[in-house]
Every structure is written in C-alpha cells, then in structure tokens.
C-alpha cells in the first residue's frame, strides 16, 4: 500500500492515531476466495510505504498552486516522523516504508485495480459538536471542492528540500509499489 500523506496545520495526535488505525484496516484487498473489499494491508501482512506530500494540502488561487493550508516543514517533519513511529508500534516495523522528508522525489506508483482512496481525519460527515473540529471540516471540504478540478497524476514530485544523499527506497512489494529516488 503507497501512503501519501498529506499534513495540515490543524493536524494532531488525534488525527495521526485516527489516520493509522484506518490506514491499516481499511478493508481494500481480496479474500483467498477472492472476494473483493474484505482483507486490510494487516490481513494481508503486505508493506505499507509512506511519503509524505505537503502538495495534497493545495489550494487554487486562479491557475497558482498555494500550500497555507500545510503544516510548515519543521513541524511537519516532526509530525511525519511520530505517524511513522505510530504506524511501527501498531503494525509490524519490518513492513513500513518511508521515503526521505522534504526531498526531491519521483515516486512511481503501479495502481492495482486501479484503486485510489482519500481518507481525511476526522471521517467526513462525523457527528461533531466541537465548533473548533466543525470549522476544520468545513474547511477540508471548502479545500476539497477547490482543487477538484485538478487533474490525477502517475507520479509526485516534491521540491522543498536539496537533494538528500541516500537515493533509494523500495516497498519490495513485487513490482506493485515502489519508489525511486532521483538526484
């Protein structure tokens, strides 16, 4: 499973808890039998590479892409790093990926089905009676409807940070996932 993920400056330990559990028990896979939508990434024992991709938190303003909704970089790397660390203690390490924070990467994804999920924490349309959570829900679909018109794409690129020295991250996923890491 290939993770992009997307921080906002609302995000918090709520969120990343939230996201993790549903990362991993989302039912996206085939049962032996082959019934589709039955078994998780953890049903499956399959590898889960994680990227993190500020550009998801975009907003349109005419044809310029603006990113105020991200969480700065320091601190999204910060956050990055504990939904990693959160992933490692709920699920088996050996199986998470990552991809270097910040770097410049081209990140090839082999979409099988082909199936693209967007998850947003807390689940769209949750009964809540926190003003503070309703804002931030208005505001992810008000960023959601904005960027509709944005085009899919086979490959992300991130540009926020130099070049990194170590260049290689694989899944090992057989060919379906992997990423590499250009300089």
Known sequence: MCVLLGISLEDTQ????????KILN???FEDESGKHWSKSVMDKQYEVLCVSQFTLQCVLKGNKPDFHLAMPSEQ????????LEQLHKTYRPELIKDGKFGAYMQVHIQNDGPVTIE????????????PKQLSKLEKQQ????????K???ESSKERNAPHKEDHSASS???GDVSSEWEP
Do not use: I, W, Y
């Not at 709520?14 to 559990?21: A, F, P, R, S, T």
């Not at 999204?76 to 939904?83: H, K, P, R």
């Open 14 to 21: 709520k969120e990343l808890e939230h996201m993790v559990q």
């Open 26 to 28: 989302l039912r996206v």
């Open 76 to 83: 999204a790397e910060s956050f990055c790093n504990s939904f």
């Open 119 to 130: 998850l947003e924490s807390p689940a769209p349309g949750a009964a809540t009676s926190d």
């Open 142 to 149: 008000q960023r959601k409807e904005k960027t509709r018109a």
């Open 151 to 153: 085009g899919p794409s």
């Open 172 to 174: 090992g996923a057989e």
